[in-house]
Nanobody
Framework: QVQLVETGGGLVQAGGSLRLSCAAS????????MGWFRQAPGREREYVAY????????YYADSAKGRFTISRDNAKNTVYLQMDSLKPEDTAVYYC?????????????????WGQGTQVTVSS
């Protein structure tokens, strides 16, 4: 089992920044690729960013490219999502997720472990 806890959400004005953190406990964190997803009211959960087990490969949804940065610190069992130039359409609950694999996966159902989510609200 891997337990994931997200923190760092909040209310920010458009153009602002937030840094989300996801702390992992349980099995060896470095065995898992990590993803960030988000879900807005009335919408399906969508992929935001992915980082492989070592942190040397990252991928982003088009909506996140150039504005968001995913990173991880395996010594701290933590993955981060730095979000800059935030827009009102970024408003959602943000989730981190873990999967045991070495291939980029953007489908939520392919991730095994999930955090409880953290709310991000961007005002216009």
């Amino acid at each position: 089992q891997v337990q994931l806890v997200e923190t760092g959400g909040g209310l920010v004005q458009a153009g602002g920044s937030l840094r989300l953190s996801c702390a992992a406990s349980g099995r060896t964190f470095s065995n898992y690729a990590m993803g960030w997803f988000r879900q807005a009211p009335g919408r399906e959960r969508e992929y935001v960013a992915y980082i492989n087990w070592s942190g040397d490969s990252t991928y982003y949804a088009d909506s996140a490219k150039g504005r968001f940065t995913i990173s991880r610190d395996n010594a701290k069992n933590t993955v981060y999502l730095q979000m800059d130039s935030l827009k009102p359409e970024d408003t959602a609950v943000y989730y981190c997720a873990a999967r045991n694999g070495r291939v980029l996966v953007t489908i939520p159902s392919h991730y095994t472990y999930w955090g409880q989510g953290t709310q991000v609200t961007v005002s216009s």
